[in-house]
Nanobody, 120 residues
Framework: QAQLVESGGGLVHPGGSLRLSCAAS????????MGWYRQAPGKQREYVAM??????NYIDSVKDRFTISRDNAMNIVYLQMNRLKPEDTAVYYC???????????????WGKGTLVTVSS
């Protein structure tokens, strides 16, 4: 099996910063992509950022404020969030597309989420 565990959420004032981390563990052969989604209260889950094979991609609303990075050796993905806004308040979920040892195809995995609250 494989699992994702997020950390780093919390309460921050508008304009502040937080760094989220997500560690993948288990019988992992390789990870094709890792990224972040978020779900604000009363809204659907939305894509935030993704890193795959050295490339990164962001939703427009976080470009120039958020940076996604990955430690391939440790199977950890980070999301550095700067200049946070109240509208960034959400539960942030880690995502990974993982090929398990002994498998030919990948499967999608999700973490349980970490709450980020941006409020004065």
């Amino acid at each position: 099996q494989a699992q994702l565990v997020e950390s780093g959420g919390g309460l921050v004032h508008p304009g502040g910063s937080l760094r989220l981390s997500c560690a993948a563990s288990g019988t992992i052969s390789s990870i094709n992509a890792m990224g972040w989604y978020r779900q604000a209260p009363g809204k659907q889950r939305e894509y935030v950022a993704m890193t795959s094979r050295g490339h990164t991609n962001y939703i427009d609303s976080v470009k120039d404020r958020f940076t996604i990075s990955r430690d391939n050796a440790m199977n950890i993905v980070y999301l550095q969030m700067n200049r946070l806004k109240p509208e960034d308040t959400a539960v942030y979920y880690c995502y990974a597309d993982i090929v398990k040892v002994g498998w030919d195809s990948s499967m999608e995995y999700w973490g349980k989420g970490t709450l980020v609250t941006v409020s004065s």
